[in-house]
């Protein structure tokens, strides 16, 4: 059941915005459900990633596109990495993996809006993989 309401959230936009998180994670009761928050809150950043890629990777030049896609297996590396040491300092501990999960909303927040100003660039943010 929770699977079809996430679905359901993220089909009409509803967890899209740090204030849906944050109230989440204000009536949670424990640890777990925070968790449950933030993970709630990765699947849809991480959906919202993968919209933005496919829509950039059909507006890049053909010539840019194995660029493109190589840029992006180096930043998925680049964040798991950057999460696993940020959250290590609590390794054995509760809070190892709220951190870690947070590192990786927060990177796929940020990595998803980059690919959405390519997918949908305003004149003043083109750049030259764009097709014109």
């Given at each position: ?38 993970s709630d809150e990765y699947t849809y950043q991480d959906y919202l990633l993968n919209k933005y890629y496919k829509i ?77």
């Open positions: 059941m929770r699977r079809v309401w996430l679905y359901l959230m993220i089909s009409v936009g509803v967890w899209a915005s740090d204030a849906s998180m944050q109230m989440c994670i204000d009536n949670a009761k424990d640890a777990s459900q925070m968790r449950e928050c933030i950039a990777m059909k507006r890049i030049f053909k010539e840019a596109k194995e660029k493109f896609k190589k840029t992006q297996r180096a930043w998925i590396k680049y964040r798991d990495a950057k999460c696993d040491f940020e959250s290590y300092e609590s390794y054995g501990g509760t809070m190892m993996i709220t951190l870690y999960l947070d590192c990786m909303v927060e990177m796929t927040k940020q990595r998803a809006e980059e690919l959405r100003d390519i997918a949908y660039p305003n004149t003043s943010q083109s750049t030259n993989h764009q097709r014109r």
